[in-house]
């Protein structure tokens, strides 16, 4: 009868690192959104020619599409280098 609770732990162990797994990337990348700011390297100018490319005119509700858009995806690869970064940083750990 041992067995089955062994096995029942084993699994609640799995379930619990990847579990948080899942948050640590979020957190990350609830941290890089935080931090990134387009703003900051977008021109009014891009972000104008963006919105002609993309929808043939410029109004205010495709305006801010180039920035959200690099927010997004800055904010996610952020993430993943972090994350790549962590686990390789604890597994280098774990073999020590």
Do not use: H
Not at 35 to 56: R, T, V
Not at 83 to 96: A, C, E, G, P, T
Request: contains cysteine; hydrophobic residues 55%.
């Amino acid at each position: 009868m041992a067995t089955p609770a062994r096995n029942l732990k084993a699994w609640l162990k799995y379930l619990a690192m990847k579990l948080s797994k899942v948050a640590l990337f979020f957190a990350l990348l609830y941290l890089a959104s935080m931090a990134i700011n387009p703003e900051s390297f977008i021109s009014l100018d891009a972000s104008e020619s963006f919105a002609k490319w993309e929808d043939g005119f410029v109004s205010q509700e495709n305006f801010d599409d180039l920035w959200v858009l690099i927010w997004v995806v800055c904010s996610v690869l952020t993430a993943v280098v972090g994350y790549i970064v962590i686990m390789k940083l604890i597994k280098k750990i774990r073999n020590i």
